[in-house]
C-alpha cells in the first residue's frame, strides 16, 4: 500500500511538474528554432563581416608597406643629402693636400726602395759612429754609400739619419730643451733615442747634462758616483719609472750597476724584476738612463764599451755659434731674440698640432670599413683638420715673415759669434798644456756677456759695435785666462788666440801656419849645398830649403836667392835685433809678419820669439803681449760664496802671505781657518768647510795635490754649496800644484789663479830682504860687535844672491843645472840662521863650515847630480869667502851686483831696487851665448806647445792630407833605413876575439840597432797600412802617426832607442848615419877612428878598449884610466894607433876648442856649439897618469843637450858618458869653466 501511495504521490507530482515543463518545453523549442534561424542569419552576418576585415586588414598592410617604403625613400634621401655634404667636404678636405700627399706617397716610395740600405747604414752609425766627431762621421758615411753602390744596394744618394729615423716635431722639441742645434748634437739625440743601450756621454761642456735636466723637468734623479748611498734613489727610480741622471762618472764604473748596463731583467711572477747588489726590486718598462762624464778625452775599458752606447757630445762649432748668438742678439735685439724664441715654439707647436691632425686622418682612413662616406668622424676630422692647417698655414705664412725680419737682424751679429765661438776651442784645448787649465762652457758665457754689457756701445753704427764687442770679448778672455796661466804660456796662448782668429778671417797661409809650429820640419834633406860659411848652420840651411819648398809668394827660389846673397845676410845674422835691420832685396818689408817669423826661425832662432811677437802684435795688437799683472783683491770681487777660489802653484810659490793681507784688509784676520792637507787631514778640512759655510768663515785648503784620495770629496763638497745655504762672507780657497787627480768640475767651475816666486834677481833678492824684520836686522851679530854685524851683512847679502843665482840659473837649462832643482824659502831661512850663529858663536869666520852647511847640507841635499854638486860647491865660495867683507868685491865682471858697504836696512833695500830687471849671464858666470840659449830653448817650447794642440787633420786649405803626408813619409822613411843587420854573418865573420874585444862590440851594437830597426819599421809599415785602412790604427801607431805630422821621434820608438832630442826627421836621418857607419865597419873591418856618437851603448866600447889594452898588456882593468889627447883640426889622414883609439863625433857646448891654442875658450858669439877635433884616448894605469889636474877641466860627455839622466839597470846613467879632460889657459880655472856649465855632447838637438 505504502508502495502503490508513493507511486500515486509520484505521479500526481508529475503530472503537476507536466503540466509546468510542458509549456516550458513548447517554448524551449520555439525558442531553440527561432535561435536556429538567427544563428543563420549570424552566420552569415559574420561571413560578410570576415570578408570585410579580410579586405580591410589587406588595406592596412598595403598602407603599412607604403608607409614603410615612404619612410626609406625619406632616409635615402635624407642619407644621399649627408653623404653629398660629407664627399663636398671630403673632396675639400682631401683638395688642398692632393699635391703634398702625392709628393709624400712618391718620397715614402723612393724611402721604401731605399729602406734596407738606409737602415743598415743608420744602424752602422748608431753601433759605431757615437763617439765620434762630425768630420769623421761624413767620411765614413760617405765610404758606406759608396760600398752600398758597389755592391749594388738600394740605398738614399745623400744620407741623413735625420730624415731616416728622426721626426721633425721631437727634434724641435729637443732644440726647445737646449739641445745644440748642430747636426752632431742631433745625431747624438737620435742614436740615443734608438739604442737598446744606455747612453754614456762625453759631455766636458756639460751640453747634453743640461738637455736630459731640462727634457725631464720633473721626473728625474741627478745622482753621482761619489754620493753615499746613491743606490737609494737609483732603485727608487727603477721600481717607479723615473729618469736617472749619473753624472761626473770617471773611467771607471761601480760593479754594482753592471746588472742595470747588461739590462739583465728576469721575471717573478708577472712582475718584470732586476738584481741591484743586495736588492731585487721591481723593474718598469718606462725607466731611463742616462750617464755623462766631463773628461773631454776618457779612456773606457772594452768591458764598458760594448755595455753602454758611447756619445760624444763635446761642443761643435755650429751648435756653439748658434748659442753665442742667441746671447748675444738677446742682449743687442732683447725683441728679435724674443720673437725668435716665440717662433720656435709655435713652429713646434703648429707642427705638432698638423702632425696630430696627419695621423689622426691617417688612422681613420687606415680603419674605414665599406664606403667611406658613412664615416662621420673621418668626414668632420678633415673639415676640422682643414680649418685648422688653414689657420696654421696662415700662421706659418706669418710665421715666415717675421722668421725672414729676424733671420736678417741675427746675420748682422753673426761675425761675432763666430769669432767667438771659435775661440772656445783654443781655451778648452789648453787643458793638454797642464790639467789645471780647465774652462766651462758657463765661464766662457759669463765672459762673452761681461763684453757685451761693458763694450763701447754706438747708437747708429752696427759695425762700429761690432768691431767693439769683437775687441773687448777678445780681450777679456785674455785677461781672464791669463790669470789662470803660468808666465811660461801666456805668449803661446796670444800666439794660439791670433791664429784662430787669422783663421776666421782667413789671413793665414796654413803652410806657412804649419811650417812655424813644426819650427819649418828639421832637416828632411835637399838637393841643394849649403854656402860655405861658418855662421850658417846644417840646421839654419835646412830651415831655409823647407821654406824654398813652399814654392809661392817670396818663397820661390827662396833658398836659391839666400845662397847668392849669402854676404848680405850675414849682417841680419850678426844683428843685435834683425827686424830693425835691412833684409836683401827690401825682402822684409814685402813679408807678412808670419813670414818674416818664419825667416827668424831658420837664420835667427834666438829671436823667433821677436818673431812670434810681431805676428801676434799685427793681428791683436800689443796688449796681447803684455798680460796684466795678477790682482787678488780684483780676483775676490768676482767671486762669490760657492766659487772655490783656487791658486794653482809651481815650484817655490807660497801665496799664503797675499791671501792673508787681503784677510787684513776685508777684515777676515781673525776669520779664516787653514788646513794643509795630507795623510788623515780630510776630516778636519770636511769640518773647516761646514764651520766656515755656517759661520761665514774663510777656508783655506793649501796643498790639495798631496791629498788626491780625498779629491772625490772635495768635488762633492764644493758641489754642494748653494747660495742659500751658505753665508755671504764665506769663501773657499784652494791651493795645488799641478795634478791630473784635481777635480775638473772644481776647476771648471772655480776661480782659478797662478801664484809663482818672482822671477830675476832683482825680484827674488827684494823677497828675501822684505821677508825679514828690521828689529832682527839690526841686532843680528851685535852681540860680538860691529865687526861680527859688518860680516853678518855682508855674509847675508851674498848668501841671498846665491839663493837668488841658483834658483834663476834654471832658466838657462842645462847650462845652469842638469836637473832643475826646485830650492826653497826654507833652505834660506834655515842658511841665514845658521850663518848668524856660527858668526856669534866663533871668534873667526868659519868658511869651510858655512860652505859645508850650504852647499852640501842644506842646498846639496837636493841636489842628485854629481857634476851640479861641483858646481854648486863653486858658486857659494864666490859668496862664502873673506873677499866678500872688501867693499871693493864685486860678483861678477860687470861690476854691477856687490855686497853693499855695512848700512842700515833700507840702505840695502834702496841698493836691491835700484838693480837692473833684466840680468845678464856674465850676473850667473855664464857666457853671452846662454842667452840665446834660453830664448832658442823658450821659442822651441812655445812653438812645440802650440804644434801639439793643433788639429792633427788637413787638406782642406789648398795643402796636403794628414793622410797623404803619412803615406808619404812613411814610405821615405823605409827607405831610408835599411833591412836588420844578418848577426849571424857577423858573428861568423867577426868571432869572439880574448884580444879584441872590439868584435864582441859590434855584434852588442848590432843586437841593440836591430831591435830598435825592426820597432821602427814595423811601425811605419803599419802606419802605411793604417792609413789605407789594411790595419787597425792602435794606440801605438796612432802615437807615431802623431810624431809624423808633429814632427816629434815617437815614444814607441823611444823606448827602443838609444838617448835623442832630435825631431823626428833628423832623428831617422841620425838613425840611418849610424847604421852606414856600422855597416862600413862590418864590410871593411874595424875601423882606424870611431865615431863616438854612432854607438847605442857607448859604455860598452869605451870598456872594450880598456879591455883591448889592460889584456894585452896583462893588467887589471880596475887599475885603468884614460888619457885624453886632442889631435889637431887640420889633420884629416890617421893610423891606428899603438894604444888606445882615435875618435871623433864630440860638440862642446858653454865653450868652444881653440885649435891653434890647444886650449878651451870663450865661444864665439851666437855660435852655441863648437865642434872637437879627433881625440886619441889612451889607456893608462891610474898610477902612472902624468896628468896635471890644475891644468885640465874635467868636462863630462853626455849623450844629449838635457844631460840628465836616470840610473840604467847596467849601472850607468842613460845620458852620461865619460869626464873629459881637456887643457885649459893658464888664466882660467876649473871653477871657471864649471861655473860657464861646459860640457861635450855626442849629438845635437838638430
Known amino acids: ?139 765614413t758615411v760617405q765610404k758606406w754609400l ?17 730624415t731616416v729615423i728622426g721626426e721633425e716635431v721631437t727634434i724641435r722639441q729637443w732644440v726647445i730643451d737646449k739641445l745644440p742645434n748642430d747636426q752632431v748634437s742631433i745625431e747624438n739625440a737620435l742614436i740615443l733615442s734608438r739604442s737598446r743601450r744606455w747612453p754614456l756621454m762625453i759631455d766636458p761642456q756639460m751640453q747634453a747634462n743640461t738637455w736630459v735636466r731640462k727634457s725631464f723637468p720633473d721626473n728625474l734623479s741627478v745622482i753621482r758616483l761619489s754620493q753615499q748611498n746613491y743606490s737609494r734613489p ?77 756619445l ?9 755659434e748658434d748659442q753665442m748668438l742667441g746671447i748675444l742678439v738677446a742682449r743687442e735685439e732683447a725683441e728679435v731674440e724674443r720673437k725668435r724664441q716665440n717662433l720656435i715654439v709655435e713652429s713646434a707647436q703648429s707642427k705638432a698640432q698638423l702632425k696630430e691632425i696627419e695621423d689622426r686622418i691617417l688612422e681613420l682612413l687606415s680603419n674605414a670599413k665599406g664606403n667611406i662616406l658613412d664615416d662621420e668622424e673621418l668626414i668632420n676630422t678633415l673639415a676640422t683638420s682643414k680649418v685648422a692647417s688653414q689657420r696654421i698655414e696662415e700662421r706659418v705664412a706669418e710665421q715666415e715673415k717675421t722668421q725672414a725680419v729676424v733671420q736678417e737682424t741675427r746675420e748682422t751679429y753673426v761675425p761675432v759669434a763666430v769669432r767667438s765661438s771659435a775661440l772656445f776651442f783654443v781655451v ?41 764687442l769683437q775687441s773687448q770679448f777678445l780681450k777679456l778672455l785674455f785677461e781672464k785666462t791669463c790669470d789662470s796661466l803660468f808666465e811660461k804660456d801666456k805668449l803661446m796662448f796670444s800666439l794660439l788666440l791670433c791664429f784662430k782668429s787669422m783663421e776666421v778671417d782667413g789671413d793665414v797661409n796654413q803652410e806657412e801656419k804649419t811650417l812655424l809650429l813644426m819650427a819649418c820640419g828639421g832637416t828632411s ?35 836659391s836667392s839666400f845662397k847668392t846673397n849669402i854676404k848680405n845676410w850675414q849682417p841680419v845674422f850678426d844683428a843685435d835685433n834683425p827686424l830693425e835691420s835691412n833684409w836683401p832685396g827690401g825682402l822684409k818689408e814685402s813679408m807678412t809678419p808670419l813670414q818674416r817669423a818664419l825667416v827668424l826661425l831658420a837664420v835667427r832662432t834666438d829671436c823667433t820669439v821677436q818673431g812670434i811677437q810681431e805676428v801676434i802684435a799685427a793681428k791683436l795688437g800689443k796688449d796681447f803681449l803684455e798680460p796684466p799683472s795678477f790682482n787678488l783683491e780684483k780676483s775676490f770681487n768676482d767671486s762669490n760664496p760657492v766659487t772655490p777660489l783656487i791658486f794653482v802653484l809651481s815650484s817655490g810659490a807660497d801665496p799664503m802671505a797675499e791671501i792673508v793681507r787681503l784677510a787684513v784688509k776685508m777684515g777676515m784676520n781673525d776669520r779664516q781657518q787653514s788646513v794643509s792637507l795630507g795623510q788623515g787631514q780630510g776630516p778636519k778640512a770636511e769640518k773647516a768647510i761646514a764651520e766656515g759655510r755656517d759661520q761665514g768663515l774663510w777656508v783655506i785648503l793649501q796643498n790639495c795635490h798631496l791629498a788626491s784620495s780625498w779629491m772625490g770629496k772635495l768635488e762633492a763638497l764644493v758641489e754642494d754649496l748653494h747660495p742659500d745655504r751658505v753665508q755671504d762672507s764665506f769663501r773657499l780657497w784652494l791651493t795645488a800644484m799641478p795634478s791630473p787627480d784635481f777635480p775638473v768640475s772644481v776647476l771648471q767651475n772655480g776661480l782659478k789663479m797662478t801664484n809663482e816666486p818672482p822671477k830675476g834677481l832683482k825680484s827674488n833678492l827684494l823677497r828675501a830682504y822684505l821677508s825679514l824684520e828690521r828689529d832682527w836686522f839690526d841686532e843680528a851679530g851685535a852681540v860680538r860687535g860691529e865687526a861680527c854685524q859688518h860680516a853678518f851683512r855682508k855674509m847675508l847679502f851674498g848668501l841671498c844672491f846665491f839663493h837668488a843665482l841658483i834658483q834663476e840659473r834654471c832658466t838657462y837649462g842645462p847650462l845652469g843645472w842638469n836637473i832643475p832643482y826646485q830650492f826653497s824659502e826654507p833652505d834660506r831661512q834655515i842658511c841665514i840662521m845658521q850663518l848668524k850663529m856660527f858668526l856669534e858663536e866663533n871668534e873667526t869666520i868659519p868658511y869651510m863650515a858655512l860652505r859645508y852647511t850650504a852647499s ?84 822651441l817650447r812655445i812653438l812645440k806647445t802650440a804644434c801639439s794642440l793643433m788639429p792633427k787633420t788637413g787638406g782642406d786649405d789648398g795643402g796636403r792630407s794628414s793622410e797623404t803626408v803619412l803615406a808619404e813619409a812613411s814610405a821615405k822613411f823605409l827607405t831610408d833605413l835599411p833591412q836588420p843587420f844578418d848577426t849571424e854573418y857577423v858573428e861568423a865573420k867577426y868571432k869572439v876575439d880574448y884580444n879584441e874585444s872590439m868584435n864582441t862590440v859590434l855584434n852588442q851594437e848590432l843586437l841593440r840597432f836591430n831591435k830598435l830597426i825592426r820597432r821602427v819599421r814595423s811601425t811605419l809599415t803599419d802606419v802605411g797600412k793604417a792609413v789605407k785602412g789594411l790595419v787597425v790604427m792602435s794606440a801605438e801607431l796612432e802615437e807615431v802617426a802623431n810624431g809624423i805630422l808633429m814632427n816629434m821621434t815617437p815614444g814607441v820608438w823611444k823606448g827602443a832607442s838609444y838617448p835623442s832630442l832630435k825631431p823626428l826627421t833628423s832623428y831617422v836621418a841620425d838613425l840611418a848615419a849610424r847604421l852606414h857607419f856600422l855597416q862600413v865597419w862590418i864590410d871593411k873591418g874595424i875601423p882606424v877612428t870611431f865615431w863616438l856618437s854612432g854607438f847605442f851603448f857607448t859604455q860598452s866600447f869605451l870598456t872594450g878598449q880598456l879591455q883591448n889594452f889592460a889584456r894585452k898588456f896583462k893588467l887589471e882593468i880596475d887599475t885603468l884610466i884614460w888619457n885624453f889627447k886632442v889631435l889637431q883640426m887640420s889633420q884629416k889622414e890617421f893610423r891606428k894607433p899603438d894604444s888606445g883609439c882615435i875618435v871623433y863625433g864630440l860638440f862642446m857646448d858653454g865653450a868652444r876648442w881653440d885649435d891653434a891654442e890647444g886650449v878651451i875658450a870663450e865661444s864665439l858669439p851666437k855660435v852655441l856649439y863648437g865642434e872637437i877635433p879627433h881625440i886619441h884616448l889612451t889607456p893608462c894605469e891610474s ?64
Open 146 to 162: 759608396n760600398l752600398m753602390r758597389q755592391y749594388q744596394l738600394p740605398s738614399s744618394t745623400e744620407f741623413s739619419l735625420r
Open 312 to 320: 760624444n757630445f763635446m761642443a761643435t762649432p755650429d751648435g756653439l
Open 428 to 468: 778648452a784645448d789648453l787643458c793638454s798644456v797642464e790639467p789645471m787649465y780647465q774652462y766651462s762652457l758657463e765661464w766662457f758665457y759669463s765672459i762673452y756677456e761681461l763684453a757685451i754689457s761693458t763694450a763701447e756701445k754706438f747708437e747708429r753704427n752696427v759695425q762700429k759695435r761690432l768691431a767693439a
Open 525 to 559: 834633406g835637399t838637393d841643394l849645398v849649403k854656402p860655405s860659411v861658418d855662421w850658417l848652420t846644417d840646421v839654419s840651411w835646412g830651415r831655409i830649403c823647407e821654406l824654398d819648398k813652399l814654392n809661392r809668394g817670396p818663397w820661390q827660389n827662396f833658398a
Open 234 to 310: 737609483l732603485e727608487f727610480a727603477i721600481s717607479n719609472g723615473k729618469a736617472v741622471l749619473l753624472e761626473n762618472i770617471g773611467e771607471a764604473l761601480d760593479p754594482l750597476l753592471e746588472p742595470l748596463l747588461q739590462k739583465a731583467k728576469f721575471k717573478a711572477g708577472n712582475i718584470v724584476m732586476i738584481r741591484l747588489g743586495d736588492s731585487t726590486i721591481e723593474y718598469r718598462e718606462e725607466f731611463r738612463f742616462f750617464m755623462t762624464t766631463k773628461m773631454p778625452n776618457p779612456h773606457y775599458s772594452p768591458e764598458i764599451c760594448v755595455q753602454v752606447t758611447l
Open 1 to 139: 500500500a505504502c508502495g502503490i501511495c508513493k507511486w500515486v504521490r509520484a505521479m500526481i507530482v508529475y503530472d503537476g511538474v507536466a503540466k509546468v515543463v510542458g509549456p516550458k518545453r513548447a517554448a524551449l523549442n520555439k525558442a531553440e528554432s527561432d535561435l536556429e534561424s538567427v544563428m543563420a542569419v549570424l552566420a552569415e552576418k559574420k561571413a560578410e563581416l570576415k570578408a570585410v576585415q579580410d579586405n580591410v586588414a589587406k588595406l592596412v598592410a598595403d598602407f603599412d608597406t607604403a608607409k614603410k617604403k615612404k619612410e626609406e625613400l625619406a632616409l635615402q634621401v635624407d642619407d644621399c643629402s649627408k653623404k653629398l655634404v660629407r664627399a663636398e667636404k671630403l673632396i675639400s678636405g682631401l683638395g688642398g693636400e692632393k699635391t703634398r700627399w702625392s709628393d709624400s706617397s712618391q718620397r715614402l716610395g723612393k724611402q721604401y726602395d731605399n729602406l734596407t740600405g738606409d737602415v743598415l747604414i743608420a744602424s752602422g752609425i748608431i753601433a759605431y759612429l757615437g763617439t765620434f766627431m762630425g768630420k769623421y762621421r761624413q767620411d
Open 1183 to 1246: 898610477s902612472r897618469d902624468p896628468t896635471d889636474r890644475k891644468t885640465v877641466y874635467p868636462s863630462p860627455i853626455y849623450k844629449t843637450s838635457e844631460r840628465k839622466g836616470t840610473l840604467s839597470t847596467t849601472g850607468h846613467s842613460t845620458n852620461f858618458v865619460m869626464t873629459l879632460l881637456l887643457p885649459i889657459s893658464k888664466q882660467h880655472t876649473e871653477k871657471y869653466w864649471t861655473k860657464r856649465g861646459v860640457a861635450c855632447l855626442t849629438q845635437l838637438n838638430d
Open 856 to 939: 852640501e847640507a842644506n842646498y846639496g841635499g837636493r841636489v842628485t847630480d854629481v857634476h851640479d854638486r861641483r858646481c854648486i860647491n863653486f858658486l857659494i865660495t864666490d859668496y862664502y869667502c873673506a873677499d866678500i867683507l872688501k867693499d871693493e868685491y864685486r860678483f861678477s865682471p860687470s861690476g854691477t851686483y856687490f855686497a853693499p858697504p855695512f848700512a842700515p836696512y833700507d840702505t840695502y833695500v834702496d841698493y836691491i831696487r835700484s838693480l837692473p830687471i833684466n840680468q845678464m849671464p856674465e850676473a850667473f858666470g855664464l857666457h853671452a851665448n846662454a842667452n840665446l840659449v834660453a830664448a832658442i830653448s823658450e821659442a
